[in-house]
């Protein structure tokens, strides 16, 4: 087909083809529906902005698209875009640029009767002096939806994304920077001298987003909320799209009021239900009751129904709801009953219920007291809650759950779960306080059952069921925090320490390193802070260490092994004098991981022993595996590499027999290099594959991690470019989770590899990352192993004195691992082989005089100095 005459008409066959109404296409570019219709029809050349947005619209490849708005513009004849007989190529995706610039939730039904919001806010939001734009009106008036809507359209005018950051679960501000963060998928390092805070604006400085920040206004009472105008001062290219019941009060703001949806003037014209809020009403009665079908005499009625909620979708919802018990007049009736949402304005009510509340009354009158009071008592779930907890926690049964989901009081959300409105939980829990008996009752039922359901995953966890149990508890870890909170405030030690060791695994198999560390840290603290004596009983004391001990293990994985070694020995030591031997068996197993990355060796293996017998004798079967593990691994980095294979191969038996996926995973990564130094270079790659599916399969990232550098490691010895592939890989996984102690080994291992494949540059920088990183985590072997790369790089160089003494110090410290020893042995030989006697002489002299901190500071000077 030859190139259409015009640039209107090939833009609007190229929208047809993409099937996009000229309204939805007016949306996506910001354009008025009017203005693109006379562009169409040739009488009015766009901007080069709204240009720009078309070509973006219509997957014009990036390298046409300049010819594209030139076209457009009219300086170009139109015959240099593609005919349309073939398919607008789409932009080509490298593999890096994959990841989705966006978590907006998909909404699961077209909105209605907002078009004309979105359009506006769009055109706000392209408002260069519009940063901060919140949306404000009453709950239930649709806020949520119309942002989410909006901010799908603006996806193409933020380069580096647009974001939802919910914060209805968060009850003080500060919380908003992790919130953000999350939503942004932006990792806090934690060996950063700079708080969160600065970090998040550090790393948004640059970037040119939107955050679509939902849910404020319960956070406005307290301080902190000018959190937003410093994150917009040091951001000068984000923007802020804020839901809220009121406004925040913040100099710059733009207040845009939602108002409810549209209400068709006629009250008999079926065809008028388009885009309203009869259209929306009908909708959901479908939803509700699949036959039902609204005749002539219906329309005048519903129309009636949504001028009494005011057009406000929450309570058109729960209108249309009652489609299948009432016809559309008798619901009408009962809301001239009891719901006027224009004389809910009392002075004294808060203003986020003045019309809500009315809604809700309504709804609350129509039950039985029996089902107010399930109502109330599901008011205590967070994040949404199953049957089975429904019924032991809120005595609520299948026949009154049912009931609630019919009067849309209750969401169905999917596999077995149900939740409620935020808005009516809010609702339910200020009426349930006006029975603080029963509320306090209901919440310890709450707490006891998920400290129990959490408690008797254990095992389950722990075995091949992982991957499904691993979803079962990420689904209930809002609900797990509040039974947590509730069993640190009331001081139930017992329950809190029965349940500490799966909540630990949880949060290691989920990475969530950082949480770990401060929810057993706090716990901690306010344990020994509820106590009023001045000597602690043992239960007490034994419940602090073991938090501590927890607290120090995820310090470990933060990359602070120092700090956590500090912690660990007093409460390793005090919990294995104890009578809870098996706080004592995981303490002493904390102890000596964090003391094999130290490279104290020799106490590791004396704590990892000691964590072996006690396991042993007390049944412990996980705990005896993964002590016998480490034991093996200490014993591999000796050179004993007989000796780490029998421990490894007894513990990877143990593994196997548990069927626990990630420790399966965890001994197969280590076992590779031991099955690798006796020669056996096909099984220890098998080892690796095996590690990779299954740490994969369970989404275990520092798994994945460390088995792609393994395969990284061997591919370097045959392949450095593959290897350098696989480490680049592997460097990506820890820099994600934040894992810095594992991020220095890569780094490290890439070093190698970049000497081997002459990248000199890259093997200093890999080098240099490795030495400030472990310098300041205290990963010494490490360390060590870099140091020795670094050396490396210097006898290249020429620097044959100066890399002989970093290869003395290397081999001369006790942290040193075998591998760094072989790699750095033959290299000292061939150097003193260059040297004088006295050159050599006067190398070890000066080693002598030195420390390792100080070698470290004096090669990380040179380097700053060239």
């Known amino acids: 087909m030859e190139s259409p005459v015009t640039f209107g008409e090939w833009l609007r066959r190229s929208r047809n083809e993409l099937r996009l109404t000229r309204d939805e296409f007016a949306e996506r570019i910001g354009c008025s529906v009017s203005a693109l219709r006379k562009i169409e029809d040739g009488d009015r050349r766009p901007s080069v902005q709204i240009a720009e947005l ?43 640029s994959t990841t989705p610039r966006t978590n907006l939730p998909v909404l699961p039904t077209p909105i209605i009767g907002r078009q004309r919001e979105v359009q506006e806010l769009s055109q706000l939001l392209r408002d260069p002096q519009c940063r901060l734009l919140t949306l404000v009106g009453p709950g239930g008036i649709g806020k949520t939806r119309l942002a989410i809507e909006t901010a799908s359209h603006l996806q193409a005018a933020f380069a580096d994304g647009v974001y939802f950051v919910p914060l209805a679960p968060v009850n003080t501000t500060r919380f908003i920077v992790p919130m953000i963060a999350d939503a942004i998928g932006f990792a806090f390092q934690s060996a950063s001298p700079a708080d969160p805070k600065t970090q998040l604006f550090s790393y948004l400085k640059e970037k040119q987003a939107l955050l679509l920040t939902d849910n404020l206004e319960h956070l406005l009472a307290e301080p902190g909320i000018e959190l937003l105008a410093e994150l917009l001062a040091n951001a000068p290219q984000v923007k802020l799209l804020v839901t809220s019941r009121e406004s925040l009060g913040l100099q710059g703001e733009w207040a845009f009021e939602v108002q409810g949806l549209p209400i068709p003037e006629s009250r008999y014209a079926e065809g ?3 885009n309203t809020s009869v259209e929306l009403f009908l909708q959901r009665a479908r939803r509700a009751h699949v036959r039902f079908n609204a005749t002539p005499e219906d329309y005048p009625v519903i129309v009636r129904i949504c001028q009494l909620v005011d057009g406000m979708p929450l309570g058109i919802e729960l209108a249309a709801a009652w489609v299948r018990t009432l016809t559309c007049d008798e619901i009408a009736q009962e809301i001239e009953r009891g719901l006027d949402f224009l004389s809910v304005s009392a002075r004294d009510l808060p203003a986020r219920h003045r019309s809500m509340r009315a809604v809700f009354d309504h709804s609350w009158k129509l039950l039985t007291q029996e089902d107010q009071g399930v109502l109330l008592r599901l008011s205590v779930f967070q994040g949404g809650f199953r049957r089975e907890a429904a019924e032991a926690v809120a005595e609520a049964t299948l026949s009154a759950l049912s009931t609630l989901v019919t009067k849309s009081l209750v969401r169905r959300s999917g596999a077995g779960r149900y939740d409620l409105h935020e808005l009516i939980r809010q609702f339910a829990t200020e009426h349930f306080a006006e029975r603080p008996e029963e509320q306090t009752a209901t919440r310890a039922r709450h707490g006891s059952y998920y400290l129990m359901f959490f408690s008797h995953a254990d095992e389950r966890l722990r075995s091949s069921a992982q991957r499904e149990v691993l979803a079962e508890l990420t689904a209930e ?75 120090a293990y995820f310090s470990f994985r933060l990359g602070k092994s120092a700090p956590a070694y500090a912690v660990l020995l007093p409460s390793a030591t005090h919990l294995q004098s104890s009578t809870d031997q098996f706080a004592a068996i995981y303490s002493l197993w904390y102890l000596g991981i964090v003391c094999w990355e130290l490279g104290k060796f020799a106490e590791a293996s004396e704590s990892l022993q000691a964590s072996l017998d006690q396991a042993r004798a007390c049944g412990e079967r996980w705990y005896e595996t993964a002590a016998g593990e480490f034991i093996g691994i200490i014993a591999h980095d000796q050179g004993e590499y007989d000796q ?32 690798e130094a006796l020669g056996e270079m096909a099984e220890a790659e098998n080892f690796l594959r095996e590690s990779l599916a299954l740490a994969q399969e369970i989404g275990y990232r520092p798994g994945i991690g460390h088995a792609l550098e393994g395969l990284g490691r061997l591919a ?151």
Request: proline fraction near 5%.
């Open 54 to 96: 078309m070509a973006n619209c219509l997957n014009i490849p990036p390298a046409e698209r300049s010819t594209f708005v030139k076209v457009a513009r009219g300086e170009l004849s139109v015959d240099r875009l593609p005919p349309l007989s073939k398919p607008i190529a789409s932009p080509s995706v490298s593999p890096a």
């Open 272 to 274: 008028s239900a388009q």
């Open 477 to 551: 870890m809002d609900n797990f925090r509040a039974a947590w909170d509730w069993a640190v405030t009331r001081h139930d030690i017992t329950s809190l320490c029965q349940v500490s060791a799966t909540l630990w695994y949880l949060f290691e198999l989920r990475t969530w390193f950082a949480e770990g560390e401060t929810i057993f840290r706090n716990a901690a603290e306010r344990i020994q802070s509820l106590t009023t004596e001045t000597q602690p009983s043992a239960d007490v004391l034994v419940a602090v260490n073991a938090m501590r001990a927890h607290s």
């Open 644 to 675: 780490a294979r029998r421990y490894l191969t007894e513990a990877l038996a143990g593994a196997r027999e548990m069927g626990d996926p990630m420790v399966i995973a965890h001994i197969l990564s280590f076992m590779s290099p031991t099955i």
């Open 716 to 866: 370097q010895m045959t392949n450095p470019h593959e290897a350098r592939t696989l480490f680049a890989a592997s460097r990506d996984v820890y820099k994600e989770i934040g894992d810095l102690r594992n991020l220095s080994r890569v780094l490290s291992q890439q070093g190698y590899n970049s000497l081997a494949l002459g990248d000199v540059a890259d093997a200093q920088n890999s080098f240099i990352a490795v030495l400030r990183l472990a310098r300041e985590g205290g990963y010494m072997p490490i360390a060590l192993h870099a140091l020795a790369g670094f050396a490396s790089l210097q006898a290249k160089r020429g620097n044959t004195e100066h890399a002989l003494e970093l290869l003395l110090i290397v081999l001369n410290h006790p942290a040193s691992v075998q591998d760094t020893k072989n790699r750095a042995a033959p290299l000292r030989a061939e150097l003193e082989a260059q040297l004088t006697r006295q050159q050599v002489e006067a190398a070890q002299a000066r080693v002598q005089a030195k420390t390792f901190e100080a070698a470290v500071d004096e090669v990380l000077k040179q380097v700053a100095f060239t």
